[in-house]
């Protein structure tokens, strides 16, 4: 089975920091793209960055520029550090791996719990 989990949420004031981690595990063979998403209160779901198995980008416009994603293949991790952080980007945020193959040749989508992020003063 594999599993993301996310890790780094919590409360900021508006104009602070802070570095959202996700790593995987379990019996996995390969992982491609992975991604960020994140959910405010009262809202759907929406997509905020993505890094391939390459490290290609790409950005929502609402976080483009403010937010950088990056990944350590050797770890099975993908980062999402944040600056500039504005109340809007309140939301919990979780990481997707939209294709993983685990050992025995399967292909997954795997969603991670979900992590809260709070900018607030």
């Known amino acids: 089975q594999v599993q993301l989990v996310e890790s780094g949420g919590g409360l900021v004031q508006p104009g602070g920091s802070l570095r959202l981690s996700c790593v995987a595990s379990g019996t996995i063979f390969s992982i491609g793209t992975m991604g960020w998403y994140r959910q405010a209160p009262g809202r759907e779901r929406e997509w905020a960055a993505t890094?391939?198995?390459?490290?290609?980008?790409d950005y929502a416009d609402s976080v483009n520029g403010r937010f950088t994603i990056s990944r350590d293949n050797a770890k099975n991790t993908v980062y999402l550090q944040m600056n500039s952080l504005k109340p809007e980007d309140t939301a919990v945020y979780y990481c997707n791996a939209p294709r993983v193959v685990d050992a025995w040749n399967r292909v997954l989508e795997v969603w991670g719990q979900g992590t809260l992020v709070t900018v607030s003063s």
């Open positions: 890094i391939t198995a390459g490290g290609s980008t």
